[in-house]
């Protein structure tokens, strides 16, 4: 299993993506697009629509060993129809080709290997659930003062996604100007209670 990929390492692997198709600076590209783009620079990658029963598990998939990315019927014309849950769903299913995920790993051959293709697996949904919000809303197009509703309405995020979306950012930021994190207030508080109180308190506060 690859190491950990930081929030910034899935940043620098999407926009390396997005450049290769000109889309570096695409606000809120359209995904069809996107999926078009892809096959016209890798004739090998397929797409497919499905009746919505062929997929009864799955809103899209993404088959490595086919080299194709299915989408429920549903699905597909939601993304069409720019609705926020379609194309957050074919993100997702991208970020597995971006990243270059296998689906060999879901042949297991016995109780240990099944062990094992059930980790691997699980960390690579974890990464592309961290990796689809970036495909719609890349770090590097996001205004220094966007707020959570401004995510959502410019990028076509849901306001949670895209609340979650602004912390990532903010958090990427931060590191690269070398700021710590702002503690909450009620944690300052009580820290500033222990110090008067006489407790030895490691963290800076602003006294």
Do not use: C
Not at 6 to 27: A, P
Not at 72 to 80: L, T
Not at 167 to 174: A, L, P
């Amino acid at each position: 299993m690859a190491g950990y990929k930081t929030d910034e390492d899935l940043e620098d692997r999407v926009r390396v993506f997005e450049k290769g198709l000109g889309l570096e600076h695409q606000v809120r590209p359209d995904l069809m697009t996107i999926i078009a783009k892809i096959k016209h620079k890798n004739p090998a990658f397929q797409y497919a629509r499905a009746p919505d029963h062929e997929l009864p598990d799955a809103e899209a998939q993404w088959d490595s060993e086919k080299y194709v990315l299915r989408m429920r019927e549903s699905v597909f014309v939601g993304m069409q129809r720019g609705e926020n849950r379609a194309r957050m769903s074919v993100a997702h299913e991208l970020s597995h080709y971006i990243l270059r995920h296998d689906g060999l790993l879901n042949r297991a051959l016995g109780a240990k290997t099944s062990e094992m293709v059930g980790r691997k697996l699980k960390y690579r949904e974890s990464e592309a659930r961290r990796t689809g919000p970036i495909i719609l809303a890349p770090e590097h197009l996001i205004p220094e003062d966007a707020t959570g509703a401004d995510i959502a309405n410019t990028f076509g995020l849901s306001l949670e996604a895209a609340t979650y979306r602004q912390g990532e950012v903010e958090g990427i930021r931060r590191r690269r100007k070398g700021e710590k994190r702002k503690l909450p207030d009620n944690v300052v508080e009580l820290l500033r209670d222990w110090k008067r109180e006489g407790r030895h308190i490691t963290t800076e506060l602003d006294d």
